[in-house]
């Protein structure tokens, strides 16, 4: 990396780490390498971290794939005795597997908090003013904020009746964004009524504003409802922060990291053609090391940031 | 018009597969409104203003490239490239039920089947344009072939010898035929689908489902017309 392209990165970095001092994040960092059991106990996904080797005595250890497991582990381990909540933010390179010839990154930049012991919506929205605010400090004002909840994908194949094998077929081709796909799964699926699976191809495609949770309001059953109910208690906190980016409800939101609880969060920007951060809730993370303690936290991808930068013509930021 | 191509906002940009496709796609846009008498001209032209849409004509295997990476928000092309580019993620939207066409393994007229032939041989080396397909359809079953990649003609790899088999697309079936060939195994069938990017798909929320649910009516009129149209 050359002077020019390290001095805007900088500027990224400190634009982020400003704002999210402003809100009283503190900096904090973890090793590079982690035992490969720790990473497996916080998300069995991260256990197939892509770079794995052996220490001297055998250990198996692992670069870190994102930051939020390695800062659970932390937080269990030295701040346990403390009383929460905890407020803590990082910059730094995270490690995942790519398809070589295709400029992706083997090692990348993130920049991001988590607030650990703050539970609910009042908690999650102050993490979303803090990405808003972010968003704002490195220019990219046409960005936006998606938000789903981990719950409702789950919650209504098990309200309509879909078998475990119905229901794990067809979320692995939602995360594959293959919804041709799902709909092939469901209509196969014998133990689901037509209307279930109308109802339930119709959920994924529902994104929008606060109508979208209206309109859902019919839909499904408890377990459903309860879901939707959470992700519109979390759309109404956002009402009394300044949000200054456009935030859009989406019910077939579904991401492919396993630790997320509740809200989840994923950042989009028009001129860049793949999410530029993402987030959520992961109440039951803590507990894994330790501690029981809800959390919610997000990462902006450091060089997806400046490529929109460059796209949009932001500079001297 | 070319100004405006780099930048985000302006109609939706479909990424048109050129080749087989075409006609059957163009159909399609016809039915939905979409201004396509440019496209069908003789133009050199890559880019068509469709109205509402901006058309982008490529090869059929590069649609998902350009859909991975946000040049072309949305896109036609069939099933079979979409498996073998299976490693560029892009939201697959419709079954379009045009250019369906059948992935096949085939072998020569009189040779033994292919299991027996793998039974005394071990090994089957098998000629493709397809190589993921190929190898994912051996892989699972647990038979071991070479898969050799080869661009174009692949019928002419069994009559020469550089293999035992191929893996290809056939609509009617008839170029195997003259070829000597016939269908061993019926790999996949593949259509058309509709594809999107990933963050067109949520920051243009209303005209790609927009875009999707008319071009799910049309694709469903063309499989089962109305008495008397």
Known sequence: MLPDEMLELRRIQSALLDVFGEYSYREVRTPTLEYADSLELGDRRSADAAYRFFDDRGELLALRTDMTIPIARLVAARLGEVEPPHRLSYLANAYRAVTPQRGELREFGQAGIELIGGAGPYATAEVIEVLSRALDAVGLKDAVIGLGNASLWPGLLADCGASAATAERSSDLLVGHDLVGVEAVLREAEELEDAHVDTLLEVIGMRGGEETIERAATFGGDRFGAALGRLGSMSSALGGRSIGHEVQLDLGMLRDIGYYSGTTIEVYDPSVGEIIGGGGRYDDLMGKFGVTLPAAGFTLYIERIHKAQIQQGVSGV | ?229
């Not at chain 2, 344009?129 to 898969?147: C, L, S, T």
């Open chain 2, 1 to 229: 018009m070319f100004d405006s191509l780099r930048k985000p906002g302006g109609p939706l940009k479909l990424a048109v597969p050129r080749g087989a496709l075409l006609d059957e796609t163009l159909d399609l846009l016809d039915r939905i409104g979409v201004e396509t008498a440019e496209v069908r001209g003789d133009s050199r032209s890559l880019v068509f203003d469709g109205g509402e849409l901006t058309l982008v004509t490529m090869r059929p295997y590069d649609v998902p490239t350009y859909v991975e990476a946000g040049a072309a928000d949305v896109g036609i092309t069939g099933k079979d490239v979409l498996i073998e580019q299976g490693d560029r993620p892009v939201y697959e939207l419709v079954d379009l039920g045009i250019g369906r066409c059948r992935m096949v393994l085939a072998t020569q007229k009189g040779d033994a089947a292919p299991s027996e032939h793998q039974r005394r041989l071990g090994m089957m080396r098998i000629a493709t344009k397809y190589p993921r397909i190929a190898e994912q359809h051996f892989e699972k079953r647990g038979r071991q072939v070479e898969v050799v990649e080869v661009k174009g003609s692949i019928e002419l790899a069994p009559l020469v010898g550089l293999a035992d088999g191929i893996v290809d697309l056939v609509a009617t079936g008839r170029t195997l035929a003259e070829n000597n060939l016939e269908i061993r195994e019926e790999i996949v069938t593949c259509t058309a689908r509709l594809v999107a990017n990933r963050v067109s798909y949520k920051i243009r929320s209303a005209e790609v489902d927009d875009l999707a649910r008319r071009l799910r009516e049309a694709a469903a009129e063309v499989e089962s017309p109305e008495p008397g149209s």
